[in-house]
């Protein structure tokens, strides 16, 4: 299985600031990267795809880059909605596999 | 609007068999264009891809669940379901259904349903 390690764990920040979330796959997965964010007691909400396709409706100040086995998903300028859960996934190869998950919490 | 819907047991007992199905409405399910999956979530943990299907009934199964699971496709219904027999502790989760586009990555999720196992 390819292991996908995700960075930090856990994160605080004040509306406005720049954050970048970190994940490593065990092997090269190209571009078969995703990003999700996850609210409680929500399901997870797609926000990337292919390591830097943003979705439709997503905003503009997340942005996902990377390819191999490094990438990032950036939030330009936080806003109180981003405060959130984010997982990443690989999904390369099966079994699909997802970081541990990065808590995003208000300063 | 696409729309998933989990249902099933919300309890099972140890060692019995865990079925869920995902009612898929606004879209077909037949359609070549998608895949269809299950991921779960055991309580405040991370998440766990089970396993994909296409509407012609391949399927795509995490190994770490062995032979316990089962997905299958009834495109009569626009429906979908999972099967994970020998149910232990460890399976409690939320359960959640989704669509996958070219079968990579979820863009429709259903809100999710959590199974307890428990006696």
């Known amino acids: 299985d390819i292991q996908i390690t995700q960075s930090p764990s856990s994160l605080s920040a004040s509306v406005g600031d720049r954050v970048t979330i970190t994940c490593r796959a065990s092997q090269n997965i190209r571009t078969y990267l995703n990003w999700y964010q996850q609210k409680p007691g929500k399901a997870p909400n797609l926000l990337i795809d292919?390591?830097?396709s943003l979705q439709s409706g997503v905003p503009s100040r997340f942005r996902g880059s990377g390819s191999g086995t490094d990438f990032t998903l950036t939030i330009s300028s936080l806003q109180p909605e981003d405060f959130a859960t984010y997982y990443c996934?690989?999904?390369?190869?099966?079994?699909?596999?997802f970081g541990q998950g990065t808590k995003l919490e208000i300063k | 609007q696409l729309q998933l819907q989990e249902s099933g047991p919300g309890l099972v007992k140890p060692s019995e068999t865990l079925s869920l199905t995902c009612t898929v409405s606004?879209?077909?399910?037949?359609?070549?264009?998608?895949?269809w999956g299950w991921i779960r979530q055991p309580p405040g943990k991370e998440l766990e891809w089970i396993g994909n299907?296409?509407?012609?009934?391949?399927?795509y199964y995490n190994p770490s669940l062995n032979s316990r699971v089962t997905i299958s496709v009834d495109t009569s219904q626009n429906q979908f379901s999972l099967k994970l027999s020998s149910v232990t502790a460890a399976d409690t989760a939320v359960y959640y259904c989704t669509r996958l586009p070219t079968g990579y990555y979820s863009d429709y999720w259903g809100q999710g349903t959590l199974v307890t196992v428990s006696s």
């Open positions: 292919a390591a830097s």
């Open positions: 996934q690989q999904s390369y190869s099966t079994p699909y596999t």
């Open positions: 606004g879209g077909s399910i037949s359609s070549s264009s998608y895949y």
């Open positions: 299907i296409y509407y012609s009934g391949t399927t």
